[in-house]
């Protein structure tokens, strides 16, 4: 039989590699709502993805100069 030799203790190490592996994920927050991707495996994540938040003017006032008032950090 050319099967290879798997120990119990490899496939330990092994589970325990796949436990301690990090999930990443992008979340954004802004004017109180969050929203965030899949998380991803792997240590170069790519995300294809597009977030959508909703936007609330101040005052409901679109216009320039009310929206340079807004100071929400993303």
Known sequence: ????????????????KEKRRARS???VKF?????STVAM????????E???????????DFTPSSLEQVREEV
């Open 41 to 48: 495996d792997g240590g170069t994540p790519m995300w294809r």
């Open 1 to 16: 039989d050319d099967a290879p030799i798997v120990s119990e203790h490899m496939l330990d190490e092994r589970k325990m």
């Open 25 to 27: 994920f992008v979340e």
């Open 31 to 35: 004017q109180g709502n969050t929203i």
């Open 50 to 60: 597009s977030l959508s938040l909703p936007f609330k003017a101040p005052q409901d």
